[in-house]
């Protein structure tokens, strides 16, 4: 068994940092109270010099959210007392005093609303705005301020013509409502208790319908006649029905009872009380509906709770019951489900807290488990970034009372630390106890850090049991050893202590710094091949671009040398095709020598042209025909025996045919078949387009063979 670590370790670094951080603030306010005396004073002197052109409410802080609370109030008492006194005289006129100043108090809430409402920041591209002059802009050129601006114009002014008796004029105040439901809206996302807040609103707004219904069938049965029948109210000239209290009550429950449909209601008998009960059954309708909608939401919310909370047991029932689990372990299993549903406890946090950002769950996860995680000792000292990263990879686990949460020669792939609850340290019969490990201890520390000679080999040295009901954190191997990767210098630390731990045990193998240090130069090596294979990968994919492009351009221009070809071809004569059908035959040996003439004429006229001339003749007699070779081998046999006279006869005529050339250029007769040079210059051509086509085969050939080449390249590096 690994080490259990004792709680009270003295120089605790990780306790000092709680208790200072729950200390901070107040030694921070102790500080300015003894520093900073006189600025406080001049704080509170600037309280009193509050400049209102400049002032901001944020709509996330307190004061906006306590304001809407406070605006709940002459919101509903409109929505409420409008209609009540419109349609009930007595009560209006009975009160009038009352109801001014009520009146009167909530117009002045409605103006302070809107002064309010125009310092409100907003968000602009997830920025609060700040500026007074965009804030009032953006007020004023809302559809808000419309409905706001008419909901205080002075209607009360009417008074005067319909007399003080008709409340009916401030009707315009309802337009206030939207303000309710964000007031509303804001309590149900910060209440602690939101399904009960649900079914709250959702009686308030039944409430208020009914509450109109029963006002306008009063002034209904007063516009037909109180006691003209019996779907009516009851005459008032009766005593028990006079009264203010007896006459809203009863309309009250007429109401109720007509949207609840429960109860016998009375028929109607005229028109009048027929449409009046048809727009009640369909109000009646949808608030059923309403009702049974949201209740069921409620529950649902309910029940997902509870799954998400804790394990689904009825599931776990069906499955026990379908393959015959005995009856020992099934009691077993419900006993852990009621633990948890008595002592409620949660098993599911990371499915709980999942939808919310990871930086919000690492400071929940940091301020629930690093008190626990800060006990362990080889985790003392180290960084605060490694623990927030270890918090978020701790699973609670429930054990029951006598089972075992590891047994003598099981692999150990995660440690423990006992949040609640004690565990005995027992012998291979159960029944001998060697110590109790409770709250604050931990075990299985060394097992998950893979320390090298650990003689264990990674195993439990010890059987560990559960006294009572235990509640265990756990840290897998696979989870610390995903954080250590990324702090490598932490990883070294945590390996040290466990040596050290080890060391003290006694279960630490000599000669474990050579393999360590063998392993790792074999580490180093890897990484090293691995960094090399990945240059040469690069590399191999440079050149298999540059391939690919040099292939398409050699491809471009084939295809662009096959057009020119193609479109000199078209343009060539016919004679000029059958004269190079001929000279194939017995006229090849006169070409031949006719060049040779021209090369001699022009070394004796300009050495400059006859170097330009010669490089572009060679690229043709190069690649020639063989009998060109002969012919010129004939000539330098010919000038070494001396014979001077072939020579000269050759020159003559040479010299001939270039005065015929000469004579040809002059009078611009080109034309194909007059002259020599005509000839000659088609000749010329014809042997160029076949040495570039020559060219161009030995440069496919060449391109084969590098694309060869660097496949072989390519084998050798994948071998």
Request: contains cysteine; negative net charge.
């Amino acid at each position: 068994m690994d080490k259990a670590a004792d709680v009270g370790i003295r120089g605790n670094q990780w306790r000092r940092l709680l208790r200072w951080h729950r200390g901070q603030k107040v030694t921070d306010d102790q500080q300015d109270g003894v520093k900073d005396d006189g600025k406080h004073r001049n704080i509170q002197d600037k309280k009193f010099h509050i400049n209102w052109t400049e002032w901001l409410i944020d709509p996330a802080e307190q004061f906006y959210y306590i304001w809407l609370q406070i605006m709940i109030f002459p919101i509903f008492y409109n929505s409420v007392i409008i209609i009540l006194r419109t349609c009930f005289t007595s009560i209006s006129l009975s009160l009038l005093p009352v109801w001014l100043t009520l009146d009167y108090l909530s117009d002045l809430m409605y103006v302070v609303d809107m002064t309010i409402t125009a310092h409100t920041g907003y968000l602009d591209q997830g920025i609060l705005v700040k500026d007074p002059n965009q804030l009032k802009k953006h007020y004023f050129h809302s559809k808000r301020f419309l409905r706001e601006l008419v909901s205080l114009l002075p209607t009360d002014l009417l008074y005067i013509v319909f007399g003080i008796q008709t409340p009916l004029i401030r009707i315009n105040r309802l337009l206030r409502l939207p303000r309710l439901n964000e007031a509303l809206d804001r309590m149900e996302t910060r209440t602690s208790y939101p399904n009960t807040f649900r079914i709250s609103k959702l009686m308030i707004y039944i409430f208020v319908l009914i509450h109109w219904n029963a006002c306008l069938y009063f002034a209904l049965s007063s516009y037909i006649g109180f006691g003209s029948d019996n779907w009516v109210y009851p005459n008032i000239t009766k005593t028990e029905f006079a009264s203010m209290r007896r006459q809203y009550f009863y309309c009250f429950w007429f109401s109720a009872q007509i949207f609840t449909t429960v109860g016998d209601t009375p028929l109607p008998k005229r028109e009048e009380e027929y449409l009046f009960m048809i727009a009640d059954l369909l109000i009646a309708v949808l608030v059923f509906a309403s009702i049974v909608g949201n209740v069921g939401n409620v529950i649902t919310s309910l029940r997902d709770r509870d799954n998400v909370f804790f394990p689904n047991h009825e599931l776990v029932k069906a499955y026990l019951r379908s393959h015959h689990i005995s009856k020992e372990l099934r009691q077993r299993i419900d006993n852990w489900y009621q633990h948890l549903h008595i002592n409620k406890k949660i098993m599911r946090e990371n499915e709980i807290l999942q939808q919310l950002p990871l930086h919000l769950r690492t400071e929940i996860a940091v301020s629930v488990h690093l008190p626990t995680l800060s006990k362990v000792t080889i985790f003392q000292s180290c960084e605060k970034s490694l623990l927030e990263e270890l918090v978020l990879k701790l699973t609670p686990q429930v054990f029951s009372p006598g089972e075992y949460v590891c047994r003598k020669g099981d692999i150990g792939h995660e440690m423990y630390i006992i949040k609640e609850g004690k565990l005995a340290v027992v012998a291979d019969d159960g029944i001998t106890e060697f110590a109790v490990l409770s709250e604050g201890n931990f075990f299985g520390e060394i097992s998950i850090l893979n320390i090298k000679g650990n003689k264990s080999g990674n195993r439990r040295t010890a059987n560990i049991r559960s006294i009572g009901h235990s509640d265990l954190f756990s840290l897998s191997k696979e989870d610390l050893t995903e954080v250590l990767s990324e702090f490598p210098a932490a990883k070294r630390h945590l390996e040290e202590k466990g040596r050290q731990i080890l060391t003290k045990m006694g279960m630490l193998v000599d000669g474990w710094e050579g393999e360590e240090l063998e392993a790792e130069k074999v580490e180093s090596k890897i990484k090293r091949l691995e960094s090399k294979l990945e240059i040469l990968q690069t590399k191999l994919a440079r050149l298999m671009m540059e391939l690919e492009s040099s292939n398409r351009k050699m491809q471009a221009r084939v295809e662009q040398l096959e057009v020119e070809v193609a479109a000199i071809e078209a343009h060539l004569p016919e004679d000029w095709e059958e004269g190079e059908r001929r000279g194939e035959g017995t006229g090849g040996d006169v070409g031949w020598e006719r060049e040779e003439a021209e090369g001699e004429e022009d070394e004796s006229l300009d050495p400059k042209g006859r170097k330009q001339e010669q490089g572009e003749e060679d690229g043709v007699t190069k690649e020639g025909d063989g009998e060109s070779t002969k012919s010129t081998k004939e000539d330098v046999e010919r000038m070494a025996d001396g014979d001077t006279s072939g020579l000269k006869d050759s020159h003559d005529q040479e010299n001939k045919k270039t005065d015929d050339r000469k004579k040809n250029r002059e009078t611009a007769d080109d034309r194909p078949g007059k002259g020599d040079g005509a000839e000659i210059d088609l000749e010329d051509r014809s042997r160029r387009h076949n040495g570039e086509r020559k060219s161009e085969k030995e440069r496919e050939e060449t391109d084969e063979e590098k694309g060869d080449e660097t496949e072989e390249q390519e084998e050798t590096m994948k071998k």
